[in-house]
């Protein structure tokens, strides 16, 4: 992604469908506006308008937004004297990248789809495991009677 001074995004990818934080530092928050507002679009045509107030701190005006699906993110600021942060009439503009479908899990009908079920077969088959274990070491004990004079003889010390 292109570095732009005084604008932040809290990913380095900027991908179709997730939410991004903006954080902007630039003009109107060093002459201490009171208030801004992210003015936003999508495409060469500036698709879907919106604008979001932006919540002020100390690191600057920051707001979260979801992509949409488009080429690009289109960009200016303004605060509430509609005094414009538009880049010297270029608006900001950032590629949005589209989703992988590799990154996303494909449905097989596997128990892989089914988290619980697995964690309920890990528990029981570690409770199997166990019971099989003490059954092949105390079991003889027992037959035996050793298990028995072993406690008899820890009582009696």
């Not at 990818?13 to 060093?30: D, M, N």
């Not at 079920?117 to 079991?139: E, N, T, V």
Request: charged fraction near 25%; include cysteine.
């Amino acid at each position: 992604m292109e570095l732009v001074k005084n604008i932040f995004f809290n990913t380095d990818k900027l991908i179709e469908g997730s939410k991004v934080k903006i954080s902007y530092t630039g003009r109107l928050f060093e002459e201490n506006s009171e208030s801004v507002f992210l003015h936003y679009g999508y495409g060469a045509q500036w698709d879907n308008v919106n604008e979001v107030q932006m919540l002020k701190t100390d690191l600057g005006f920051q707001a979260e937004i979801e992509l949409l699906s488009a080429d690009s993110l289109n960009l200016c600021f303004r605060n509430s004297n509609n005094e414009w942060d538009n880049n010297n009439n270029q608006n900001y503009t950032f590629t949005i990248e589209k989703k992988e479908v590799a990154l996303v899990p494909q449905s097989t009908g596997s128990e892989l789809d089914a988290p619980r079920r697995l964690r309920r077969s890990y528990i029981w088959s570690k409770k199997i495991r166990l019971a099989i274990y003490k059954i092949i070491h105390y079991l003889p004990k027992l037959i035996s009677g050793n298990y028995k004079r072993k406690a008899l003889n820890g009582n009696n010390n």
